[in-house]
């Protein structure tokens, strides 16, 4: 199986073979189980320690598999082979039910491999089923592949999990020529209006009408998968049609077999002329896509956030036109906020941007994303003056407020407005509870967070120190370190002291690499790079540099960072070239290579702070490292994806915050990421005007290189704007995820007990892999954190 650190040895297959599959079709042999040898099901080979048949259990009362651990390391499930006679190239889908008593763990799925015809694999598709306890669940998925197939393998998978699971149903078939993921709304805001959305499984031909009887009075025909329609309640010349019975008929023909399906759905539209548009008020961890509806659920349109002094919160409005009904020129205007007695939260710290859209073609498989569709998604928060909103489309409006430290205890209240030039300006109650403290100009926990100059200047040009400095003081503003793990020049000695006012905790002195030159950067080095030339190069240049670090007391917050991700055979470079840095100017040193967490092994190698990513990372073994007087970082990259967080544009928003939870739960002494603006993609030539280029951009936030999945904002939480730095509001949530690390720290602090800040944790997150992605559950557990700070300062 395609996956690190686990082999599978199968001497007997169960394997399928299907000479010529129909669509539609199951491709499994004994797909619900009722057939039984001695290994369990028939045709399953049993996966890793197997899995048992239990009677009675089955969806229907027949057989189901079942699966059991009480360790989380253990392994357990069924496997089958469905090979393909001549290679097939065509999208699949997978489908199958499971039920479960306390399953929490990493892989409780239905987990495809696939092997192509010319050798290359395409590893680990797969659908995850809910954790806890629950009854039958349905879980399905399709995947498109990209050559043709010789074989899948087909898991049932309960592994590195605990607690009990049963399956039955499985399914493996060639999907058919069908509408999916379609979305039909009748009558938003009162109004004679239908909008729809769907996807052919496959490129064809097709044309949405709307019937008001046997009449056609509206029509939209296009060529390809994504079928939209927009009917802003007119026939085809606009004359306004009233509201009452229509039917909305979808014919489409598949291009490459000429297959024809037809679809009608009924449907009775209101009366009347109804509002020009909707606005309603979102998280800040929730992400609004541009075909965004209001909740089911109508709730006030008013806006609350809590914060402390000396920290930031966001929220959105959001706001949907209505077909054929465009928003022009919108502006936003803010008020004072004040409490009772009159303090005010001024306006001055209050700011709003636009949300920008960036182009994803092909979304990652999240199990929390099942609804979501490729194209534009929010990421960027551009400042502009003004904006539009199409009819059809749903824009977000992003808030941040700021309470400035020492800001009075209480509830602040006003209102913020957004007026279209063209509709009623809609006017938003606003209101701020401002905890009784502040938060640390400078972060509890240490960040490497690489802001690269070489990737500032293949956008901007020539880099100069104001726009450098620029850069930096917008990141800090998000508690992160303005730093480079991969810089091959160190750090300007102004900067760091100018950084070191407005909260940096620590940096990298240089990467133990050639220079750059005129690359955008240098990662790592082969080991011929590493002579006793090269290794004088750094002497003669490091000496003086770290002895002024010295004299203006910067050192202790510099570390070395080199070796990124390398293997064994980097270890005997690595112990010299680490041990010169501890024994010459006496720094820590920090690595991602590939080192176990054990302090003898540390020690060795001379490693200060060993960083693996958050998915090996192993709580004893890093306190065990610490308690020999070293330290354990974590990171993520390109990896790992779910069940693991991470804060890619196209994971669950949340995760980008609730990561820094598991940071204080897991006791992580730091957290490392590859880039904020690894801006290397075709299209990325230029900085952005938002005013111009805004909303949908056609800056490239997808990785290009040949062995990426998928990936979409790796290395990249910053845009280039033609003024400096734009956010993004991923940025944003790590920003407060790192506040609500303080909280935590905090918290510990005035009640003298880091298990009891640990224990606080536990409503958001127990493990890597088991977290909320539940707004509501961090903000709840948040507030009764800060209380806990009141009640504690108010006992002093």
Not at 30 to 53: R, V
Not at 504 to 532: D, H, M
Not at 655 to 683: C, F, P, T
Not at 773 to 791: G, K, Y
Request: with cysteine.
């Amino acid at each position: 199986m395609g996956w690190p650190g686990f082999c599978l040895i199968l001497l007997l297959v169960a394997a399928q073979a299907v000479a010529a599959p129909q669509r539609g079709e199951n491709l499994l042999a004994n797909p619900g189980f009722e057939q039984a040898d001695e290994t369990g099901a028939a045709s399953w080979n049993p996966a890793g320690k197997g899995h048992t048949l239990a009677p009675g259990s089955g969806r229907k009362g027949g057989l189901a598999i079942a699966c059991a651990s009480s360790q989380a390391d253990e392994y357990h499930g069924a496997m089958q082979e469905v090979h393909f006679d001549p290679p097939l190239q065509h999208p699949f889908e997978v489908s199958g039910w499971s039920k479960a008593e306390e399953a929490e763990g990493v892989d409780y799925c239905l987990y495809m491999d696939v092997f192509y015809a010319d050798g290359t694999h395409l590893w680990g598709v797969r659908g995850d089923f809910s954790r806890g306890t629950h009854d039958w669940e349905r879980v399905a998925y399709t995947f498109d592949v990209k050559k043709p197939v010789a074989k899948v393998q087909f898991f049932i998978l309960f592994r590195k999990c605990t607690g009990k699971a049963w399956f039955d149903d499985v399914s493996l078939s060639l999907v058919p020529f069908r509408v999916e993921s379609e979305r039909l709304v009748v009558g938003l805001g009162g109004a004679n209006n239908l909008e729809f959305r769907g996807l052919l499984s496959f490129p064809g031909g097709w044309t949405a009408t709307i019937l008001q009887g046997d009449q056609a009075v509206y029509a939209v025909s296009d060529e390809g998968e994504r079928v939209a329609l927009q009917w802003p309640g007119t026939d085809a010349t606009g004359r306004a049609l009233p509201g009452g019975a229509y039917t909305l008929r979808l014919d489409a023909k598949e291009t490459a077999t000429g297959e024809a399906l037809r679809r009608e759905w009924p449907v009775r539209t209101p009366r009347g002329a109804g509002a020009p548009y909707l606005a309603w008020v979102e998280r800040s961890m929730q992400r609004v896509l541009r075909d965004a509806l209001p909740p089911s659920r109508k709730r006030a349109l008013r806006a609350s956030v809590a914060l402390a002094g000396n920290e930031y919160e966001s929220f959105q409005v959001c706001l949907r036109a209505l077909p054929g009904r465009d928003l022009e020129s919108c502006t936003v205007t803010f008020s004072d906020l004040r409490d009772r007695r009159g303090n005010a939260l001024s306006k001055e710290h209050f700011e709003w941007h636009q949300v920008g859209f960036v182009n994803i073609s092909e979304l990652y498989p999240h199990p929390e994303m099942k609804d979501a569709l490729p194209g534009w998604w929010p990421d960027p928060l551009l400042p502009v003056s003004h904006f539009d909103v199409p009819g059809g489309t749903t824009q977000s409006v992003w808030f941040t407020l700021y309470a400035p430290p020492g800001t009075p205890a209480g509830t602040y209240r006003g209102e913020f407005t957004v007026t279209p030039e063209n509709a009623p300006a809609v006017r938003i109650p606003v209101e701020a509870r401002v905890y009784g403290f502040t938060l640390p100009t400078q972060p509890r926990l240490k960040t490497a967070f690489a802001l690269m100059d070489g990737f500032l200047e293949t956008v901007y040009g020539p880099l100069t120190p104001e726009l450098r400095r620029q850069y930096g003081d917008y990141v800090l503003r998000h508690r992160l370190n303005p730093d480079d793990i991969s810089r091959t020049d160190p750090p300007a000695l102004e900067d760091l002291a100018h950084y070191a006012t407005r909260g940096l905790n620590a940096f990298n002195v240089q990467n133990l690499v050639e220079p750059r030159g005129k690359r955008a950067w240098v990662c790592w080095s082969p080991i011929s790079v590493y002579t006793p030339q090269f290794k004088e190069s750094l002497i003669q240049r490091l000496d003086p540099y770290v002895a002024d670090l010295k004299r203006r007391g910067l050192a202790s917050k510099a570390y070395v960072y080199s070796f990124d991700e390398r293997g064994e055979e980097f270890w005997p470079i690595l112990r010299e070239y680490f041990g010169l840095v501890k024994e010459r100017w006496g720094i820590p040193t920090l690595t991602t290579a590939y080192i176990a967490q054990d302090p003898a092994v540390m020690k060795d190698l001379n490693i200060d702070w060993n960083c693996p990513l958050t998915a090996r990372y192993d709580l004893e073994a890093a306190e065990r490292c610490r308690a020999a007087g070293l330290q354990v970082w974590a990171y993520v990259c390109c990896s790992p994806r779910y069940p693991y967080a991470n804060w890619l544009a196209d994971d669950p928003l949340v995760e980008a915050r609730v990561i820094w939870w598991q940071a204080y739960h897991q006791k992580m002494d730091g957290m490392l990421y590859w880039g904020l603006n690894i801006w290397g993609r075709a299209s990325n030539k230029a900085p952005i005007d938002p005013e111009k280029d805004g909303p949908l951009l056609s800056f490239g936030i997808t990785l290009e290189a040949s062995w990426a999945d998928r990936l979409h904002g790796d290395g990249l939480l910053l845009y280039p704007g033609k003024d400096g730095p734009i956010g993004s509001i991923r940025l944003a949530n790590i920003r407060d995820g790192l506040e609500d690390y303080d909280y935590l720290s905090l918290l510990a602090e005035r009640e003298g007990s880091i298990e009891n800040a640990r224990k606080a944790c536990l409503p958001v997150t127990s493990g890597l892999a088991q977290f909320t992605r539940d707004p509501e559950v961090v903000l709840a557990e948040r507030d009764r954190i800060a209380r806990r700070i009141e009640r504690a300062a108010a006992k002093r």
